[in-house]
């Protein structure tokens, strides 16, 4: 049975150990000096950890983690915005970062998928009991828009609402333009906004299926060529826009030169999707997916989730 180390020194703890106990062996720690003192013990598959913790941060911890045990995956988790410290986040490359409360169907399949890293593809290995699915392949820029049409137009017609219909085009827009330009090397021909249409053999797939409940989304190229890396520094300067045109609004500083739309796809799935993976196998292929529940609008969750399978 694999071993589950979570830190944290709050009441949260329990209802992870009601999430966890059943499927994994689970230690515990309040800080990471005990948490240090543990994974020295024992054979540790994951780490769990509250951002703030007493005497250090998750941060100390996961640097101890970087330096010591880089082979076991970490999770932080955090009642805050994680956008208050994405610098940090940043510079440790720290991929996966939750907002709690979490959903238990979705942090145990997030802990599975990390720990094992079988199963990460395909939509069916994260909505079950599928009663539809469909597809479209995209090999040239001009498709991008007719194919966000038709899919927003076929979940409709499973008998989904969506509520919020513009932000969600918008969404697969940005996630089909990265996946056909950037990860076929056409970053230059996005920024000037030129048409084009990807070599023989070159396409990105996107698939959508549903159940009773809910529905999904998965944009997949096959080039591999996103990184872990990538994703948060798309993010941070995201974010660091976000911060400039705050400021710009109270002092009236011209930042037209400062803003572009660098990261802006990567950010919206992250803040806009109710739940999300990125799922990357390095120079094979590169999978978005999006779920959603019929009961639930599009919602900002400032969560990060990203699964490599470096096989």
Same mark, same amino acid.
């Given at each position: ?85 994405? $610098? ?6 720290? !991929?996966?970062? =939750? ?6 169907? *979705?942090?145990? @399949? #997030? ?109 997949? $190229? ?6 872990? !890396?990538?994703? =948060? ?6 974010? *660091?826009?976000? @911060? #400039? ?67």
């Amino acid at each position: 049975m694999n071993t589950i180390l979570i830190v944290d020194h709050t009441d949260y703890k329990n209802i992870l150990k009601d999430y966890f106990s059943s499927y994994y062996s689970v230690l515990f720690a309040d800080c990471a000096f005990d948490a240090i003192s543990l994974l020295n013990m024992h054979d540790i598959d994951l780490v769990i950890s509250q951002v703030a913790l007493p005497g250090d941060n998750a941060f100390d911890l996961y640097n101890y983690l970087q330096n010591h045990y880089t082979y076991i995956p970490a999770i932080m988790i955090t009642e805050s915005n994680i956008d208050i410290f994405f $610098d940090e986040i940043f510079r440790q490359g720290i !991929g996966n970062v =939750l907002k709690i409360p979490v959903n238990k169907t *979705e942090f145990v @399949q #997030l802990v599975d998928k990390i720990i094992s890293r079988n199963n990460v593809f395909g939509l069916s290995n994260y909505i079950h009991n599928i009663i539809e699915t469909n597809s479209i392949r995209i090999n040239a820029s001009k498709q991008i828009q007719s194919g966000v049409d038709t899919i927003l137009a076929t979940i409709e017609s499973w008998g989904f609402t969506i509520k919020n219909k513009v932000v969600l085009s918008l969404i697969l827009n940005e996630m089909i333009i990265n996946a056909v330009y950037h990860s076929h090397g056409y970053t230059h021909e996005k920024e000037m906004r030129v048409p084009i249409e990807l070599k023989e053999g070159q396409y990105v797939d996107i698939s959508f299926c549903h159940n009773a409940s809910t529905y999904g989304i998965a944009v997949t $190229d096959y080039q591999g060529t996103l990184s872990k !890396g990538k994703i =948060l520094e798309s993010i941070y300067k995201a974010i *660091e826009q976000e @911060q #400039l045109i705050l400021h710009a609004a109270k002092t009236g500083e011209d930042i037209t030169d400062k803003i572009s739309e660098t990261g802006r796809g990567i950010d919206l799935v992250r803040k806009l999707a109710s739940e999300f993976y990125f799922v990357i196998q390095k120079n094979k292929r590169t999978e978005i997916i999006l779920l959603f529940e019929s009961s639930s609008s599009i919602q900002t969750s400032s969560s990060l989730k990203i699964i490599e399978d470096m096989r």
